[in-house]
């Protein structure tokens, strides 16, 4: 919901249920957990409840934004007393602004500070972003709404402001996309030119708006899926301008690219001055059932915060785990150079298990026997590993790493690649099997799949991967992190702490590993609570 850097410290926002580990009825707190690193944190009270007329039937999503002097301020989604179904937006400063942890949210009464637009049903208007100032001294937010009644255009609208408390809708959308649906949870932020310094950029100000490029993030209620595309923001028409490729639509964001092609919703990014860099965190919610929630007293993560950048092709962000998460590498199990892997071969990596960091280059020697690629399947890379699970064979792969596996490989999470002949160069496909992750019932066990936009000739017919793997968690990046899968697993083998993590390939050609590295992770401190 609301992650921000502050004085030294990070604060994470986030929705949160004080009566339980599911939603109930909705009336949700937000929660309130600090750190120093991004890695260990402490719980903190709730720092919003839905305690006011304006907020009475939840304290939704939001964001945080750092005024000038330094002081904070929460802008999030209520619904209102009396009627549930309507949003309104709201905002919340520190109680004591000196206050390190900033413990205590005052709720001005003069809430709310956006009311529901008379076009837009009432409960289709939510999510506002972190604000930004424009050229002409304004802070600009920009809202999730259904404009036009229920069957109406899923756009993101402008608000302006001279005060932070008086609001004002611009007249054009940021963006619509008419077929969408309802989209949530918006995100915009500026990106480097590739070798620029990232900095703050100031989104709009400084040189023109449209000299930077910008990421729009959405969220899309229908499909559960974050889309984003870099393009062109104008911060005089605050209108927002897709750059994509011509087999996406710039009209229909469910087109464009994903953050994650696995398991995660509601992505969140922050700027951290301390170290110059763009933070990515996502939601991943649990996959198994309501009844396993309950009994857990929990339900849904944070995946591990992200560094996001622009790619050297300036169509695409690339993510890599922030490097604090290193630090919890507790003991290097393995370097292996030089290593190949037989068509249907499983080398075991000794000494790995459930809580893991594994870093491997695979290299294929011999192309020219991938399979052709059919333009069709450019429309559904999950459909395609759906239909080539890493236990069908083919020629360049599926190769990669087994994960969460029990020792009899009844159960096993695969990540992996596939390489296609398409049009005179290849096509890269990554997925993440879930097909055998857990023997247990009631369990969603997909296959994710997206396609990694390299040129694998050009890498030295080599592509990379990073899986971190943490019991219920999977989160792997390809191609140095152009194409990222996070995976929720359940397998039961791992009750008994006893799992293990393969590298395989069953295609017909061998496969060369010409980096391999692995390292258990020690246990982060995750929500202590002191004193309580």
Not at 135 to 145: K, N, S, Y
Not at 162 to 174: T, Y
Not at 238 to 248: A, I, K, L, N
């Amino acid at each position: 919901t609301g992650p921000m850097y502050h004085n030294g410290v990070y604060h994470m926002f986030y929705q949160y249920n004080p009566l339980g580990a599911v939603w109930g009825t909705g009336n949700l707190s937000w929660g309130h957990s600090v750190s120093r690193d991004l890695v260990n944190w402490d719980a903190l009270d709730t720092a919003l409840d839905p305690t006011a007329p304006f907020d009475y039937n939840g304290c939704w999503s939001g964001s945080a934004t750092i005024l000038p002097g330094g002081i904070p301020a929460l802008l999030y989604t209520g619904r209102i007393q009396g009627d549930k179904e309507v949003q309104v937006q709201n905002v919340a400063f520190p109680k004591n602004p000196a206050d390190p942890l900033l413990r205590e949210w005052v709720k001005p009464a003069y809430n709310p500070v956006i009311p529901l637009p008379a076009d837009v049903p009432g409960d289709n208007f939510r999510d506002p972003t972190t604000a930004w100032v424009g050229r002409d001294g304004l802070w600009r937010i920009a809202v999730a709404a259904k404009v036009g009644g229920p069957n109406g255009i899923a756009s993101t609208l402008i608000y302006r402001s001279k005060d932070f408390r008086h609001w004002k809708r611009n007249a054009l959308p940021l963006y619509t996309s008419r077929a969408a649906g309802m989209v949530e949870c918006p995100d915009l932020f500026p990106v480097a030119e590739p070798g620029v310094e990232e900095g703050r950029l100031g989104y709009a100000s400084g040189p023109a708006s449209g000299a930077v490029r910008h990421v729009l993030k959405l969220s899309v209620m229908n499909t559960t899926q974050d889309y984003y595309a870099v393009g062109r923001y104008d911060d005089v028409a605050d209108t927002f301008v897709p750059e994509v490729d011509v087999e996406r639509n710039a009209d229909d964001c469910r087109t464009w690219r994903r953050f994650d092609y696995g398991h995660v919703y509601a992505s969140k990014s922050f700027f951290d001055s301390s170290k110059n860099r763009r933070v990515l965190w996502a939601w991943a919610n649990e996959s198994d059932s309501q009844d396993n929630d309950i009994a857990r007293g929990w339900s849904g993560v944070q995946t591990v915060p992200r560094k996001v950048w622009l790619d050297q092709d300036g169509k695409q962000v690339r993510q890599w785990p922030i490097e604090e998460i290193e630090t919890l590498r507790s003991k290097r199990v393995v370097g292996l150079l030089g290593a190949q892997v037989n068509a249907g071969g499983m080398n075991k990596i000794v000494g790995v298990g459930a809580q893991a960091d594994v870093e491997a280059i695979f290299e294929i020697p011999s192309l020219e026997e991938a399979e052709t690629f059919q333009p069709n399947w450019l429309l559904d890379p999950q459909k395609l590993c759906e239909e080539n699970g890493a236990s069908v064979p083919g020629r360049v792969g599926p190769f990669g790493l087994l994960v969460m596996a029990s020792s009899n490989m009844q159960e096993h999470t695969a990540v992996f690649f596939r390489v296609f002949r398409h049009n005179h160069k290849y096509k890269v496909l990554m997925c993440t099997d879930l097909t055998r992750s857990t023997g247990r019932d009631n369990v969603y066990k997909p296959s994710y799949g997206g396609f990694v936009d390299i040129d694998i000739e050009q890498q030295g017919r080599s592509i990379s991967l990073r899986t971190l793997i943490d019991h219920s968690v999977v989160e792997s990046f390809g191609g140095g992190g152009r194409t990222c899968i996070t995976a929720r697993v359940y397998p039961e083998h791992a009750e008994n702490k006893n799992s293990h993590v393969f590298v395989f390939n069953n295609g017909t050609g061998l496969v060369k590993v010409s980096k391999l590295e692995a390292w258990r992770l020690a246990m982060a401190s995750v929500n202590v609570v002191h004193g309580g």
